[in-house]
């Protein structure tokens, strides 16, 4: 399975590849397009976006897009597929993060997470839940 995930962040777009782990800075007409690359011939995909972009800035983004998935770079397979025993899922939990602190003591004044507290309250996983993904 091909798949990305995108995101805006601060005013950047970024663009992940689940299976190769790149991860691309992209502007705003290749952040556009992608939402409609894996379903859309090129043709539609300029259809769509005329109206925000000119004929050449598409053509021009779609080449990119292609030229990156040519190098592996974005849609790329799964390299663990024929390793799985079975296909039929939907999808498989390859690695998992556990968010197990909610409270940072640094404070600082630029931080992302707000001085720490991530825009809430701080607080700490229980050791009830943090064990539960840990059952299989």
């Known amino acids: 399975m091909t798949m990305i995930h995108k995101f805006s962040l601060m005013g950047t777009n970024i663009v992940v590849d689940v299976n190769s782990g790149a991860v691309h800075v992209v502007d705003d007409i290749t952040f556009d397009i992608l939402d409609y690359y894996k379903d859309c011939r090129a043709d539609?995909?300029?259809?769509?976006?005329?109206?925000k972009y000119s004929a050449d800035e598409i053509e021009?983004?779609?080449?990119?897009?292609?030229?990156?998935?040519?190098?592996?770079?974005?849609?790329?397979?799964?390299?663990y597929k024929e390793y799985i025993p079975s296909m039929n899922r939907k999808s498989v939990v390859k690695a998992l993060c556990l968010h197990i602190s909610h409270d940072c003591n640094l404070r600082c004044k630029?931080?992302?997470?707000?001085?720490?507290?991530?825009g809430g309250q701080r607080s700490m996983m229980?050791?009830?839940w943090a064990k539960?993904?840990?059952?299989f």
Do not use: Q, V
Not at 70 to 76: E, R
Not at 132 to 135: A, E
């Open 126 to 128: 229980s050791r009830k």
């Open 110 to 118: 630029y931080c992302f997470a707000s001085t720490g507290n991530f």
């Open 60 to 79: 021009e983004a779609l080449k990119e897009i292609e030229s990156l998935r040519a190098d592996g770079l974005i849609y790329s397979e799964d390299p």
């Open 44 to 51: 539609e995909i300029k259809n769509k976006l005329i109206c």
């Open 132 to 135: 539960k993904p840990l059952i």
